[in-house]
């Protein structure tokens, strides 16, 4: 218990027996320290309850299919046999292309944000960032059927085919919905996080390290990618988990374009699922326990590998803004 | 030959410093291109009866969104009701009360809650609201929001209570005021003002949320009186009619989608620049 309770409790008078309780707490301190610590305390419950709740009622689904249920591939409602390879497949697939995008892009960025920019472009630039971030999901779905959907089925899609129709990604039928979507929208979605998070990291990045730099004749460019970046990896590999993570649980949009087909395919260009989008489509009409016990265990799923995802990032934002990224 | 190198080393410099500028350029025009988009295609659906109707039968032209504005705003009121208070006083926790282990996990905890996909949340409010009641609710839906404001409302209150000088603190302590008092004739109206924008960016952040409504507060094309019956979102509504076939409610679609942006903008927008200023005139 804090200080204060312990002066105050050696000034009282000893009391035992229900009323001492009663007594101490005449203290508004300790009514106010008790009060909130009950609700600091509920968030542990809840996030208790979260997993609580995933665990106990994927309890058939676990029982029925053990480890098999990562590793087959059918989905079949009627018969009750479940397996989620097709939807951990799309979520890995849209999550990968969301990446190379967005990374080089948002590194990019957050590079000139850091490095060239004055200060109020940047801060104005980075305002910006963060409204874009601040965009509801289901908007960027609504854009991407409407807008993204048509250029990817006729400008996209068939320019990707000229110029790189050799990869086996890049074959086979184009329908404007699939994969490359659905990673093209999370693309745009995950890249105001990874620059914001690496913009911060950036600029944390001691002022000698650049001087050190520029003064033995390296050029900008050359201080920026040779000193600066390294200095701050370990930060920006933190932006880069909290990008995935946001991509990997991402429903709205991904469940809007990526065409709803259970369906591993190396083509981009294919229609599928992810873990997520399945989720989104099946829960509310799923009948029959079983169904509903495998949906929520791809909710589990999805909870422990964005759990793991955002502890990492969280590590490693931590441990650059200390100082310690080099190691 | 070293002449070359040089002027290649200089080369590359120009080329990759510009290249970064555009990237900046390119990501920053996505919001200009988001906006000009809605604006153009919502602006043209927008009119008086989007607002003041309940949406017509399947296959007829027209009709409005009433209820689901109504609907967003109930959902919302209840997220508040249950998130807020919950992460005000748990940040007052953090930032006043609490220790070193138990502050620290239940930071870590609320950074995990907050990281949680949203239709994590969905599944486990419908687990916890609907599947035991066997049918969909506003009351669930609500839940499922609430439980998300709580993380940023938590961080936000902690991170604003700690801006407050110690200085304040020490003055309200010194003339007798115990510790509580302190903290709420002080401390917390010192703090008001971010506190208050965490929380109205909590509220815009959870007032955008589909997936966790999708089996929760679910859709309805009537009014929906009282908490327990299943009621029409302005995010939900936005979902099933882009994904619909019919020509008119995609124009609806870009309607709501025109108006949910327009409220998340503006509130973003308005409560970050009061936060500037009056941090400004803090001098914090």
């Not at chain 2, 002449?3 to 590359?12: G, N, P, T, Y």
Request: glycine share 10%.
């Amino acid at each position: 218990m804090s200080s204060t309770a312990t002066t105050f409790d050696s000034a009282a008078p000893r009391k035992t027996g229900p009323h001492a309780f009663i007594w101490r707490l005449r203290n508004g301190d300790q009514v106010a320290h008790i009060v909130t610590l009950v609700f600091a305390a509920s968030i542990l419950l809840i996030t208790s309850l979260v997993v609580y709740e995933l665990w106990i009622n994927s309890h058939l689904s676990r029982a029925k299919f053990g480890w098999t249920f990562f590793w087959t591939r059918t989905w079949d409602p009627i018969f009750d046999n479940f397996g989620a390879l097709p939807y951990i497949y799309g979520t890995l697939v849209t999550s990968a292309v969301a990446l190379v995008i967005a990374v080089p892009l948002g590194l990019a960025a957050a590079t000139f944000l850091a490095e060239l920019a004055p200060r109020t472009l940047s801060d104005g630039i980075a305002f910006l960032i963060d409204l874009l971030a601040a965009v509801p999901s289901v908007i960027y779905g609504l854009l991407g059927i409407f807008v993204v959907v048509p250029l990817m089925r006729t400008v996209i899609g068939p320019a990707l085919k000229t110029a790189f129709g050799f990869l086996p990604i890049f074959q086979g039928p184009n329908y404007g919905v699939g994969f490359l979507t659905a990673g093209i929208i999370l693309a745009i979605m995950v890249v105001p996080f990874i620059i914001s998070v690496s913009r911060e990291v950036l600029l944390t990045v001691p002022r000698d390290q650049r001087e050190a730099a520029l003064a033995l004749g390296a050029t900008r460019w050359e201080a920026t990618w040779k000193v600066v970046i390294p200095w701050a990896r370990a930060g920006i590999m933190g932006s880069v988990f909290l990008a995935l993570a946001r991509a990997l649980g991402e429903t709205m949009a991904v469940t809007m374009v990526i065409g709803n087909a259970n369906n591993i395919s190396v083509s981009l260009f294919s229609p599928g699922d992810t873990i997520a989008s399945t989720i989104a489509n099946q829960f509310g009409e799923a009948a029959g326990d079983l169904y509903l016990s495998a949906l929520v265990e791809l909710g589990l799923v999805l909870f422990l590998i964005t759990f793991i995802l955002n502890g990492l990032a969280q590590l490693m934002i931590i441990a650059t803004e200390r100082g310690r990224g080099r190691a | 030959m070293k002449r070359a190198a040089l002027i290649w080393r200089k080369s590359l410099n120009v080329i990759m410093l510009t290249l970064t500028g555009v990237s900046a350029l390119v990501v920053v025009s996505v919001l200009f291109l988001i906006l000009g988009y809605l604006l153009w295609n919502g602006g043209k659906s927008l009119n008086w009866a989007f607002f003041t109707e309940l949406p017509k039968p399947v296959g007829e032209a027209g009709g409005g969104m009433a209820n689901a504005i109504v609907g967003s705003l109930k959902l919302l009121g209840l997220a508040a009701a249950i998130g807020l208070p919950i992460g005000l006083l748990a940040g007052v926790y953090l930032a006043e009360f609490g220790g070193k282990t138990f502050s620290f996990i239940v930071r870590y905890t609320t950074d995990i809650l907050n990281g949680v996909p949203s239709i994590v949340i969905g599944i486990f409010a419908a687990a916890v609201a609907v599947l035991p009641f066997k049918h969909f609710s506003t009351a669930a839906g609500g839940f499922a929001l609430g439980i998300m404001v709580i993380p940023i409302t938590v961080r936000g209150t902690e991170e604003f209570l700690r801006a407050v000088p110690v200085s304040l603190r020490e003055g309200a302590m010194a003339l007798g005021a115990s510790r509580w008092r302190t903290i709420a004739t002080v401390v917390l109206p010192a703090a008001r003002g971010g506190i208050i924008t965490g929380m109205l960016l909590a509220l815009a952040r959870v007032a955008g949320e589909t997936a966790p409504l999708l089996f929760t507060a679910f859709n309805n094309r009537y009014w929906s009186p009282g908490w327990g019956q299943p009621t029409a979102s302005l995010t939900v509504v936005i979902y099933t009619y882009a994904t619909s076939a019919y020509d008119d409610w995609h124009r609806q679609a870009w309607a709501a989608g025109l108006v949910l942006l327009g409220l998340v903008l503006v509130a973003n927008v308005g409560t970050r620049l009061a936060v500037s200023r009056g941090g400004a005139a803090r001098g914090v």
